[in-house]
């Protein structure tokens, strides 16, 4: 049976005691490539192993001396540099620093220079030298490395796996916020969402660029990541409307107290800037209550002094206004067009002139063009059954004995505003219910073509 590794001892212990079985790390894909790197974890060791103090002293004086112009340094510019520091100290964070391939020195000529592991390990330290903390750095940082490195050509597929995670880890947060149904943190979270999608449509460019190399080159492992973190990309877009659901319900879960114009929201706005709540109950139990007791008699003396006391006259009621006459005034009322009543006159003078058939262009053009749409728009009203027990205009329309009849040919027209328009004719039947109208009604409705 194999002993765990003691704490004590972990340094001295190999990886592969800390695994159930030595050969699982072999098979790990990332523990391969991190053994590939052992020289940078080396470097991070030597920086960051031991106490808090030192592990800010050794990463600050790295960081002075990666900020240094010169390729070669002197240990006499280095004294003049750090000529704040005490000696052993300097001495003791260069010398980590030398075991570490960090700096190298160079005994012939007497300077230290720069490593290129340094200069690697710089690149993993940049946000340490951000003047301030940027909001949203965690998912910034992954964009950027993200497009630089398609910018540059060394795109890894771990890249975008750790940027689809990331973009996971945030549409769980939102989800979490529209779940709970608070306001504040409604607010707080759509602010941190606006900034998410800010960023994300800035690196969107570079992600469908990634999609389209990877297709090109024929990389299938690169190409499902970078479908994998489109899909999740999609996700977070789509939850701008579920925030907007999620803040109008608690709107109308907003309550106005009075009509002061305050609301609940103002009001827990406040109580949370208040840095004590216990002090806003202080003086409101100073005064005891004190029971008041009252006799039989000085109830029926209290009654009878009611009763005698004077009490104003009610006011004498007042008689109502006089009528006074409405001012005169117009009312306006809606009215159709007048194209409609021109039209029916029109085919009242056809019909009491007897006249059966009439060419369908004397009826519809003049004017404009707006008007001779209308008109036309007015034909179909001819002999509709929905519209006949209507009163009015369009009742009148619908009940006269006209029928209009399109062709699918067309003619020159002789209006200034119409060059070409369908033939058609108005027909009339000679008299109700006979054989011609019934002909008229049961032609074939593929034969009338507008």
Do not use: C
């Amino acid at each position: 049976m194999r002993e765990t590794p003691n704490p004590a001892s972990e340094d001295e212990a190999r990886f592969e005691d800390f695994f159930r079985d030595a050969a699982a790390p072999g098979e790990a894909q990332l523990l391969w490539q991190m053994e590939r790197q052992e020289g940078l974890m080396a470097g991070l060791r030597a920086l960051f192993h031991g106490p808090a103090s030192l592990v800010k002293l050794r990463v600050w004086v790295f960081l002075e001396v990666m900020a240094m112009p010169a390729s070669r340094i002197s240990r006499e510019a280095l004294n003049q540099h750090f000529h704040m520091l005490r000696d052993e100290p300097l001495e003791l964070v260069l010398k980590r620093l030398r075991e570490a391939d960090l700096l190298a020195w160079d005994g012939s000529n007497q300077h230290y220079g720069v490593t290129p592991l340094a200069q690697q390990l710089l690149g993993l330290l940049q946000p340490l030298l951000n003047s301030s903390v940027q909001q949203d750095a965690d998912l910034s940082a992954l964009l950027a490395n993200v497009a630089g490195a398609h910018q540059l050509g060394t795109l890894d597929p771990a890249q975008l796996q750790h940027l689809q995670a990331q973009l996971s880890r945030l549409y769980d947060e939102f989800a979490d916020a529209i779940a709970s149904g608070s306001e504040f943190h409604l607010r707080r979270a759509r602010q941190r969402f606006g900034r998410a999608l800010s960023l994300v449509e800035k690196a969107s460019e570079a992600l469908s660029a990634i999609m389209v190399q990877a297709q090109e080159q024929g990389n299938a492992r690169l190409e499902r990541l970078a479908r994998e973190l489109g899909l999740a990309q999609a996700r977070l877009l789509s939850m701008a409307s579920q925030f907007n659901r999620a803040l109008q319900q608690a709107d109308r879960q907003r309550v106005t107290l009075g009509s002061t114009g305050i609301t609940t929201t103002d009001v827990r706005r406040w109580l949370q800037n208040v840095h004590f709540l216990e002090n806003l109950s202080l003086g409101a139990l100073s005064r005891p209550v004190h029971p008041v007791l009252v006799a039989q008699h000085e109830l029926l003396d209290t009654a009878e002094a009611e009763f005698e006391r004077d009490r104003p006259a009610a006011p004498a009621p007042e008689a109502l206004p006089s009528a006074q006459a409405a001012p005169e005034g117009q009312l306006a009322v809606m009215s159709l067009p007048p194209e409609m009543g021109i039209m029916q006159a029109l085919l009242t003078r056809w019909s009491e002139a007897g006249e059966v058939e009439q060419d369908l262009a004397p009826a519809v053009l003049g004017g404009s063009y707006a008007l001779a749409s209308y008109r036309a728009q007015l034909l179909p009203l001819l002999g509709d059954r929905e519209a006949q027990h209507l009163n009015g205009a369009t009742g009148d329309m619908a009940r006269q004995p006209w029928r209009v009849h399109w062709s699918a040919e067309q003619a020159a027209s002789d209006d200034e505003h119409i060059r070409w328009m369908s033939r058609g004719v108005l027909r009339r039947p000679a008299a109700e219910g006979s054989e011609e109208e019934q002909q008229v009604q049961q032609q074939d409705p593929k034969e009338d073509q507008a």
